[in-house]
């Protein structure tokens, strides 16, 4: 059965797209659509077409699922252009989200009419493309250049309110019956004929416009290809034709979908939506409610977690054990709702409400009532089991019992309670309000009631919840140990921290490693280490940061790490010091040093990270290793345009990873190099990590 249907209403025909979940432009919604086109158009007695969409949305864009496969007739671009060129009115009743090509399809009706609550717009940046169906070349004609290059570069959806003030709607459905509205609209349409956006002038514009965007966006779009395509093909679209517009757009789109970093982009969307399919969680497993929350713990981490609560609509109690404590953190989430409603972002009311939920305790006989507990106090097994012993003892049953460990074992702190399966790790990342990872991790009793509602929870948060498995460091950071170490190798070894953070922030990385280690504080690794009993023995490892941290070098927040900072600034200055420091523990291990080239780097800091997520693979502590990759794009900066370690694995070729695997071993020994037998596996039998899913 077609996904498209038509129905009459006296003279005009309502052709519904039916494609479930979000009817998305497959070959068969495009040919159903062009065949009730085309019928509609040949009907004497119809003098009227609306299209319109079933289900939760209008159409969200092109079927994403096709891209990279022969494509199929009819194209998108030729059936918005069969649309325009009808002769009989066509109208778009828009519901939910009208994205990428479905908003495309929507520009090539001759009249738009949204929902009060709709949305339009133009995402395709997010997939590393352009609009590819004309969506360059009508935008502007509808709303001015400036605009259009805005939404387009943004890839922010535009409400309707907005999208009607800057004409890119014609009009907004108040009465919350759409077709209704938009049969009543279809009078006026009727007698205002076909109005076809290519036949509009592109209003005047500056040229200056074009290059002014470009200095603009290139502190946010550094290393990607689409944003400049994006700023071409709007600028072809203010001084060529209508149709010379749309040839150099389609070229310019052709180029970004044949580029790896829109595979990634689309990989790395498919990714976050795959993770919250657990194995054995459906969609009939139960969810615990959560409408409050206790916090214990109120430092940094305690309060920005809090504040993202409070922010999602649940009440919040923070616990400590000192007034001050309470009171710094009561401040931090004071501060940062002041901070969001100066920069527009919240509104003073919602201010407000979120204030009058939250309240501070020191006594947990206060908190039994709570629907979950998020403790986030000191990374110490001692302490945090003396934490969950006390919160067993008061908390209601069937209360959610989390613990915001990065490192620690789930499963002796869940010892401390006589309710394992209601323990979970919830681990957020600094700053937790931001952050969107939220790594869940299940011990062995957790039940999969918790493990619904973390993922629920991490909705509710605004986050992308990853369900992994219980081993030191989970995915992040047990991984983040393999990066780590070879920078430490590599500074032992000759490369200077400036070059290494410059050669992987060039890469890609949101920042150099150095830099990441004096933000996030060299004390703190350093302490975890110091508490770890299964570290290698090698004198080399993690040596330079642990000296930094030994002389109180602790980073940014002493004003010095692994770089120098100078009167509270942020900006890290090379310490010719640290150089001398280094070269002398070099000495002193017997490294030797040597130049060192950018490519052994990135293979040998990517490929760790590559190493390390074969064998958290082969470990079974995630479900794909898509998961991975959603865990490292999120949580540590890894340029999401290559998709994650994993999928750039894929992408680079196991073969040719597995042989520089094998040739490290040779150089730097078993220890850390030993090819993990995952690898080798998949590299002689031609397979990607992304075959095992
Ligand atoms: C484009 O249009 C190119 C054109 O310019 C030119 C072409 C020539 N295709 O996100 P959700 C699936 S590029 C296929 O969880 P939500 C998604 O995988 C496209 N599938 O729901 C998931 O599947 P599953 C431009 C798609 O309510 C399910 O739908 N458009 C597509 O939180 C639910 O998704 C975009 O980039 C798709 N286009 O959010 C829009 N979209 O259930 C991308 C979704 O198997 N989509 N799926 O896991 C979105 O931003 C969100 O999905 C949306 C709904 C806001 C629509």
Known sequence: MSPVTSAPHGAVTVITVDNPPVNALSQAVREGIASAVAIAEADDTCEAIIITCAGRTFIAGADIKEFGK???EPYLPDLVSQVETCETPVIAAIHGTALGGGFELAMGCHYR???????????????????GASGTQRLPRLTGAAKALDVILSGRPVNASAALEYSAIDKVSESGDLVADALTFAKECIALGPRRIRELAVPEVDPALFDETRKKIAPRTRGLISPEKIVQAVEWSTRASFDEGCAKERELFLECMASSQSAGLRHAFFAERAVGKVPGVDRNTPVRELNSVAIIGAGTMGAGIAYNCLTSGMAVTLLDNSDDGLERGANTIRGLYAGGVERGKISEDDMQAGLGRFETSQNYANIS??????????????VKKDVFAALDKVLKPGAVLATNTSTLNIDEIASATRRPEDVIGLHFF??????????IVRGKDTSKEIIATSLTLAKRLRKVGVVVGNCFGFVGNRMLYSYGRENQFLLLEGAAPEYIDKTLYDWGMAMGPNVMGDLAGLDVGHKVRRERTDLPDDPRFYRVADMLAEMGRYGQKTGKGTYRYEDGSRKPVPDAEVGALIAAESERLGVQRREISGDEIIERCIYGLVVEGARILEDGIVTRSGDIDVVWTNGYGFPRHRGGPMHYADTTGLDKIYEKVCEFEARFGSMYWEPPVLLKELAESGRKFSDLA
Request: aromatic share 2%.
């Open 70 to 72: 022969p494509p199929l």
């Open 113 to 131: 009419i949204a929902a009060k609550n709709a949305a339009v717009g133009l995402p395709e940046v997010n997939l590393g493309l352009l609009p």
């Open 369 to 382: 009532g709570v629907d979950i507990v998020i403790e986030a106090v000191f990374e110490n097994m001692a």
């Open 430 to 439: 600094s700053p937790a309000h931001i952050m969107r990872l939220l790594e």
